[in-house]
RNA sequence: GCCGGGAUGGUGGAAUAGGUAGACACGCAAGACUUAAAAUCUUGUGGGAGCAAUCCCGUGCGGGUUCGAUUCCCGCUCCUGGUACCA
């Protein structure tokens, strides 16, 4: 009866102390409900005032929902998004959905559900937990790839792309119409445009007479989107395209099938023709210089030679790439790629049993394992023979695994004095080594960039550069080959073989693709019976039902295959400014206003593929003139990769007892993953654990001082690790404020890092202290309008001139800790004055915007916090008088001095001399030397 | 393989025009309050030696430059992102 009365009575006392408190599920909910009614963050185009346009890497709605890492980099575009509007900026902050993809088509297939239903769900879902985080997000320009109002647009830029070709003297996208005009003036001998290697030179006449077929197979070779035959990893078994990382030795990894590599005709993105401006426009952007490397690399642009070899007793040429022409001299073989047809052609009987064999082996393997295996060399000799041309030679072609059939011309002049890879190649299989280049061979090959050509007949003796120029001038005197500018970046496959993508807005006319007209846009996905490929191996769009386009001519075959994942994606970005627009793809005043994206968070994983494809668009779109920019996004972060951080308990093996990590060496246990969620800083909540299984409800525990701590291993977050968090757990715990906080206070955005929960209680008692500033001890609000004293204004202001750096440094980790300083200084000085906490709220208001509106109605304001203004920050209340140096001799921190800042270096130095302890160090001697840095440091070398 | 990134206390991290290594926070320990626990508050906390003053060691490893290096240079190790059909 006693122990009913206490507990009663103690829970009156939590009641009223919670009525006291920071009650965040109460604050959070009502803002939250407050913005969304006021349209708190709804942007539309206003010129008297700047813009910025703040945006995310937009998620594609997976199954599992979101998690903890999700929302890192969304919580700093909107923490800067936010500064930005209390700085006085228009700010345009999206949030919307890339919703095509794999994930939701390979559910599909298992269910049997349809996608877009599934997609939509998710969407639903993710909206739901984003809106919980209370994102400063516009939802009103919410947009969504798979939604047929929005892939009308992609379908509608993909059409452009087809009726434009890259004419190099404009330096631009033009139309295809006015090729066909210059074809009829004058043919394409003089036409300087980015077009197929194999593209004949003919004409007007010759364009008159060609069919209307032939005209069309003509068009294709110059239009910036065309069908091209490409090699693809082809699963027979399951009937679709793989990826290289669906592929294990040759074979699925979903199944086990047998994978070959095959030639199938596929939609092609002519990237390369944007090349070089995508190198140059790297210049113009502010992104982190890692980032600019990897998409430099990735378009790998090489100066260098093409050059054409004969063959001995045959028809057939090779031409091949070098960037090193000036070592000709010292080629001993050539080798060709599997793939190549030409490595076919070129087997002689003799050698076909062996070649052949190596051929079928080789071209299975995927690009990846051959590039990475350089341990195992291999290779066969065709039989045949080419000749040098600038020396006659004959020299054994040879088809090498190492050669990528992708790459370059897909045949190299193998060099091995001065190449590795062909050194090793000419090693193992003993051809000709010979050196062109002075230095020596001791340590095998050596590129011997800046050494003097030898052996070399008539560019012996000279150098690099002019051996290089020399040659390729006897090569285009010759007629055999020319200067070359070649990129590694290849041009984009444009065509997945799957159902949950854009249907291409193409049908097809005796074997060659037309677009529908535009007004037959958006073309609708249609409906299958199966997500699977045909019986026949046809996508799964062959399954579709009077799949088909009408014209005045007939009835004509769609194409089967759907746009890639990266279509929907490199142009979102425009469309969050006018997403509702049926008749443009966006409004060009809008567009104009808003211009490129201001600040650009997302992963780095995305380097080289959307962050380039976007680029690549964007200049085409430029091209046109519907779009004034060609950078799309101006300044960009790469936020690093929550990983998931495992928790472990330790069963003894046999029995249903588990043992405290500290102990666990004692017995044979077998770790075993246990959910984080009923983890806390390392330790197991023993009741949660016996609830989490049935066959745990009767678990026994050896304990170490009365606690089960858990062992942790840093892993990716998957749902088999029971290492998920998810954001709502954590914001129903302590709250979206703790949780933003907390997320940027974990690191530096950019780094990887494990999520682990172990410091939120911090964050926490930060907020939690934050609030009382404003209240008294028994929870009434109460401020103060006496003047802040002069402490105060200082530890505020440090905190304003911290929060500035770090906005412009992108270090959130440390504005949260500045925070944390701040209010503890403030508690210690029991202030409660208004000059001070008003523009504290305003302060942490990015962080935390919750409970800072909550702080500033209390305040007595009427109107959202977003409408305040960024306190200025006075240097004035920082200045200091006096500085305490540290004195350091030898190197080492010895003693300290508190001078007054005024001193000048003697004067310092004359109070150094005379410190007790430097006395102590010097025993009598005068130092060596003194080296004094005002305001920094002393230092004495003895 | 190639192209990027990273490594600092028991833990997350702070500090780079080269100038006091370990801010802030977690955890841990001791204390206060409490019948008790939780919560809260106070103090301490890189490692080692010492009663202490103090000294030695210390930013992945091995070298170098410098009065002074977590920071710059050279050579490694391990972890990690991308590598073209995951998004």
Not at 127 to 142: M, P, R, V, Y
């Given at each position: 009866m006693n122990f009913l009365f206490l507990q009663a009575f103690s829970l009156k006392i939590i009641n009223n102390s919670i009525m006291a408190e920071y009650n965040f599920r109460e604050i959070e909910k009502k803002w939250q409900a407050y913005w969304e009614k006021n349209q708190t963050y709804l942007a539309e185009p206003n010129p008297d005032k700047p813009k910025f346009y703040s945006l995310d890497m937009f998620p594609?709605?997976?199954?599992a929902g979101l998690h903890v890492g999700h929302p890192l980099g969304y919580i700093a575009s909107d923490i800067i998004a936010r500064f930005k509007r209390l700085k006085g900026f228009n700010v345009l902050h999206p949030m919307g959905y890339?919703?095509?993809?794999l994930p939701a088509e390979q559910y599909a297939i298992q269910t049997g559900q349809h996608p877009a239903i599934t997609t939509e769900q998710n969407i639903t879902r993710y909206t739901e937990q984003l809106k919980n985080i209370g994102?400063?997000?516009?939802?009103?320009k919410e947009v969504r790839t798979s939604d047929p109002a929005y892939y009308k647009w992609t379908q509608w830029i993909f059409m452009q792309l087809f009726n434009s070709y890259y004419d190099q003297e404009a330096d631009k996208a033009l139309s295809i119409d006015s090729l066909i005009s210059r074809f009829e003036k004058?043919?394409?001998?003089?036409v300087k445009a980015i077009c197929d290697d194999e593209t004949p030179i003919f004409s007007h006449l010759d364009w008159k007479a060609f069919s209307e077929k032939e005209k069309q197979e003509m068009l294709l070779k110059y239009r910036l989107t065309f069908l091209a035959e490409t090699t693809v990893n082809w699963c027979a078994a399951l009937g679709t395209v793989l990826s290289n990382d669906e592929v294990k030795d040759g074979f699925?990894?979903?199944?086990g099938h047998p994978v070959e590599r095959k030639k199938m005709m596929q939609w092609s993105m002519r990237i390369t023709a944007y090349a070089d401006r995508l190198l140059q426009g790297l210049e113009k952007v502010d992104w982190s210089e890692p980032i600019k490397e990897m998409q430099r690399n990735w378009i790998g642009k090489s100066i260098g030679a093409e050059v054409t070899f004969e063959v001995k007793d045959s028809s057939e040429t090779i031409k091949v790439f070098t960037t090193?022409?000036?070592?000709?001299?010292?080629?001993t073989y050539l080798a060709l790629a599997p793939e190549s047809d030409l490595s076919a052609a070129l087997i002689t009987e003799d050698q076909r049993a062996s070649a052949e064999a190596y051929i079928e082996v080789a071209k299975n393997r995927s690009e990846r394992e051959r590039m990475s295996d350089v341990k195992t060399i291999s290779g066969a000799f065709t039989g045949s023979y080419a000749i040098n041309?600038?020396?006659?030679e004959e020299i054994q072609i040879w088809v090498a695994?190492?050669?990528?059939?992708?790459?370059?011309?897909?045949?190299v002049m193998a060099v091995p004095a001065h190449d590795e890879r062909d050194y090793n190649f000419a090693k193992h299989f003993g051809l000709e080594i010979r050196q062109v280049?002075?230095?020596?061979?001791e340590n095998g090959s050596?590129?011997?960039?800046?050494g003097l050509i030898i052996n070399?007949?008539?560019?012996?003796?000279?150098y690099m550069k002019d051996a290089m120029i020399k040659a390729i001038e006897f090569l285009e005197e010759k007629g055999i080959g020319k200067g070359k500018i070649q990129y590694r970046m290849r041009d984009a496959?444009?065509?997945?073989?799957?159902?949950?993508g854009e249907p291409l807005p193409v049908y097809f006319k005796e074997g060659l693709p037309y677009l529908i007209e535009e007004?037959?846009?958006?073309?609708v996905l249609p409906e299958v019976d199966k997500y699977l490929p045909t019986e026949?191996?046809?996508?799964?769009?062959?399954?579709?039902?009077?799949?088909t386009y009408k014209t005045s001519e007939g009835e004509f075959p769609l194409e089967m295959s759907t746009m890639p994942g990266w279509a929907g994606s490199s142009w979102y970005f425009f469309r969050?400014?006018?997403?509702?627009?049926?008749?443009?793809?966006?409004?060009k005043a809008k567009a104009d206003y808003w211009g490129a994206v201001d600040l650009y968070i997302g992963g780095s994983e995305h380097a080289t593929g959307h962050l380039l494809y976007s680029r690549f668009w964007t200049k085409f779109l430029f091209d046109l003139g519907?779009?004034?920019?060609?950078?799309?996004?101006q300044k960009m972060i790469n936020q690093g990769m929550i990983q998931g951080r495992s928790n472990f308990v330790y069963r003894i093996k046999g029995e249903n007892k588990f043992v405290s990590l500290g102990l666990k060496d004692n017995y044979d246990t077998s770790a075993m993953h246990v959910d984080?969620?009923?983890v806390h800083n390392d330790q197991l909540n023993l009741d949660k654990f016996k609830a989490w299984r049935p066959d745990l409800a009767d678990a026994e525990f050896i304990l170490e001082d009365g606690k089960y701590h858990c062992g942790s291993e840093v892993e990716k977050m998957s749902k088999s690790k029971y290492n998920v968090v998810n954001p709502d757990d954590i914001i129903e715990r302590y709250g979206a404020d703790t949780l933003r906080s907390y997320e940027m206070f974990?690191?530096?955005?950019?780094q990887f890092k494990p999520w682990n929960t172990n410091g939120i209680d911090g964050v926490f008692k930060f907020l939690r202290k934050l609030w009382n500033l404003y209240h008294t001890p028994t929870g009434e609000f109460q401020v103060s309008d006496e003047a802040p004293s002069k402490a105060e204004l200082k530890a505020l202001h440090k905190a304003i001139k911290k929060m500035e750096e770090d906005m412009e440094n992108h270090s959130f980790n440390t504005s949260v800790s500045s925070f944390m300083i701040c209010v503890n200084e403030l508690t210690a000085l029991k202030s409660n004055k208004r000059g001070i906490l008003e523009p504290l709220a305003v302060l942490v208001s990015p962080y935390a915007p919750h409970i800072a509106e909550e702080l500033w109605s209390l305040l007595?304001?009427?109107?959202?916090?977003?409408e305040a203004t960024f306190p200025e920050f006075k240097e004035e209340y920082l200045v200091e008088s006096n500085f305490e140096y540290p004195v350091m001799i030898n190197g080492k921190m010895r003693a300290k001095l508190n001078l007054p800042?005024?001193?000048s270096v003697p004067e310092i130095e004359k109070e150094a001399m005379a410190d007790e302890t430097v006395q102590k160090w010097l025993e009598g001697k005068a130092p060596k030397k003194v080296i004094i840095v005002p305001g920094k440091i002393v230092n004495l070398v003895i």
């Amino acid at each position: 009866m006693n122990f009913l009365f206490l507990q009663a009575f103690s829970l009156k006392i939590i009641n009223n102390s919670i009525m006291a408190e920071y009650n965040f599920r109460e604050i959070e909910k009502k803002w939250q409900a407050y913005w969304e009614k006021n349209q708190t963050y709804l942007a539309e185009p206003n010129p008297d005032k700047p813009k910025f346009y703040s945006l995310d890497m937009f998620p594609y709605p997976s199954g599992a929902g979101l998690h903890v890492g999700h929302p890192l980099g969304y919580i700093a575009s909107d923490i800067i998004a936010r500064f930005k509007r209390l700085k006085g900026f228009n700010v345009l902050h999206p949030m919307g959905y890339d919703s095509f993809g794999l994930p939701a088509e390979q559910y599909a297939i298992q269910t049997g559900q349809h996608p877009a239903i599934t997609t939509e769900q998710n969407i639903t879902r993710y909206t739901e937990q984003l809106k919980n985080i209370g994102f400063a997000f516009d939802w009103s320009k919410e947009v969504r790839t798979s939604d047929p109002a929005y892939y009308k647009w992609t379908q509608w830029i993909f059409m452009q792309l087809f009726n434009s070709y890259y004419d190099q003297e404009a330096d631009k996208a033009l139309s295809i119409d006015s090729l066909i005009s210059r074809f009829e003036k004058e043919g394409n001998k003089n036409v300087k445009a980015i077009c197929d290697d194999e593209t004949p030179i003919f004409s007007h006449l010759d364009w008159k007479a060609f069919s209307e077929k032939e005209k069309q197979e003509m068009l294709l070779k110059y239009r910036l989107t065309f069908l091209a035959e490409t090699t693809v990893n082809w699963c027979a078994a399951l009937g679709t395209v793989l990826s290289n990382d669906e592929v294990k030795d040759g074979f699925s990894e979903r199944g086990g099938h047998p994978v070959e590599r095959k030639k199938m005709m596929q939609w092609s993105m002519r990237i390369t023709a944007y090349a070089d401006r995508l190198l140059q426009g790297l210049e113009k952007v502010d992104w982190s210089e890692p980032i600019k490397e990897m998409q430099r690399n990735w378009i790998g642009k090489s100066i260098g030679a093409e050059v054409t070899f004969e063959v001995k007793d045959s028809s057939e040429t090779i031409k091949v790439f070098t960037t090193r022409v000036d070592t000709i001299f010292g080629v001993t073989y050539l080798a060709l790629a599997p793939e190549s047809d030409l490595s076919a052609a070129l087997i002689t009987e003799d050698q076909r049993a062996s070649a052949e064999a190596y051929i079928e082996v080789a071209k299975n393997r995927s690009e990846r394992e051959r590039m990475s295996d350089v341990k195992t060399i291999s290779g066969a000799f065709t039989g045949s023979y080419a000749i040098n041309p600038f020396n006659g030679e004959e020299i054994q072609i040879w088809v090498a695994d190492y050669v990528l059939a992708g790459y370059g011309t897909g045949a190299v002049m193998a060099v091995p004095a001065h190449d590795e890879r062909d050194y090793n190649f000419a090693k193992h299989f003993g051809l000709e080594i010979r050196q062109v280049i002075e230095g020596s061979m001791e340590n095998g090959s050596f590129p011997g960039k800046g050494g003097l050509i030898i052996n070399s007949g008539f560019i012996s003796n000279l150098y690099m550069k002019d051996a290089m120029i020399k040659a390729i001038e006897f090569l285009e005197e010759k007629g055999i080959g020319k200067g070359k500018i070649q990129y590694r970046m290849r041009d984009a496959i444009f065509t997945r073989q799957r159902y949950w993508g854009e249907p291409l807005p193409v049908y097809f006319k005796e074997g060659l693709p037309y677009l529908i007209e535009e007004k037959d846009l958006p073309l609708v996905l249609p409906e299958v019976d199966k997500y699977l490929p045909t019986e026949d191996g046809a996508p799964p769009l062959g399954r579709a039902k009077n799949w088909t386009y009408k014209t005045s001519e007939g009835e004509f075959p769609l194409e089967m295959s759907t746009m890639p994942g990266w279509a929907g994606s490199s142009w979102y970005f425009f469309r969050y400014m006018d997403p509702k627009n049926d008749t443009e793809f966006v409004d060009k005043a809008k567009a104009d206003y808003w211009g490129a994206v201001d600040l650009y968070i997302g992963g780095s994983e995305h380097a080289t593929g959307h962050l380039l494809y976007s680029r690549f668009w964007t200049k085409f779109l430029f091209d046109l003139g519907v779009v004034s920019i060609d950078e799309p996004f101006q300044k960009m972060i790469n936020q690093g990769m929550i990983q998931g951080r495992s928790n472990f308990v330790y069963r003894i093996k046999g029995e249903n007892k588990f043992v405290s990590l500290g102990l666990k060496d004692n017995y044979d246990t077998s770790a075993m993953h246990v959910d984080v969620n009923i983890v806390h800083n390392d330790q197991l909540n023993l009741d949660k654990f016996k609830a989490w299984r049935p066959d745990l409800a009767d678990a026994e525990f050896i304990l170490e001082d009365g606690k089960y701590h858990c062992g942790s291993e840093v892993e990716k977050m998957s749902k088999s690790k029971y290492n998920v968090v998810n954001p709502d757990d954590i914001i129903e715990r302590y709250g979206a404020d703790t949780l933003r906080s907390y997320e940027m206070f974990l690191g530096p955005l950019e780094q990887f890092k494990p999520w682990n929960t172990n410091g939120i209680d911090g964050v926490f008692k930060f907020l939690r202290k934050l609030w009382n500033l404003y209240h008294t001890p028994t929870g009434e609000f109460q401020v103060s309008d006496e003047a802040p004293s002069k402490a105060e204004l200082k530890a505020l202001h440090k905190a304003i001139k911290k929060m500035e750096e770090d906005m412009e440094n992108h270090s959130f980790n440390t504005s949260v800790s500045s925070f944390m300083i701040c209010v503890n200084e403030l508690t210690a000085l029991k202030s409660n004055k208004r000059g001070i906490l008003e523009p504290l709220a305003v302060l942490v208001s990015p962080y935390a915007p919750h409970i800072a509106e909550e702080l500033w109605s209390l305040l007595g304001y009427s109107t959202s916090i977003t409408e305040a203004t960024f306190p200025e920050f006075k240097e004035e209340y920082l200045v200091e008088s006096n500085f305490e140096y540290p004195v350091m001799i030898n190197g080492k921190m010895r003693a300290k001095l508190n001078l007054p800042l005024s001193l000048s270096v003697p004067e310092i130095e004359k109070e150094a001399m005379a410190d007790e302890t430097v006395q102590k160090w010097l025993e009598g001697k005068a130092p060596k030397k003194v080296i004094i840095v005002p305001g920094k440091i002393v230092n004495l070398v003895i």
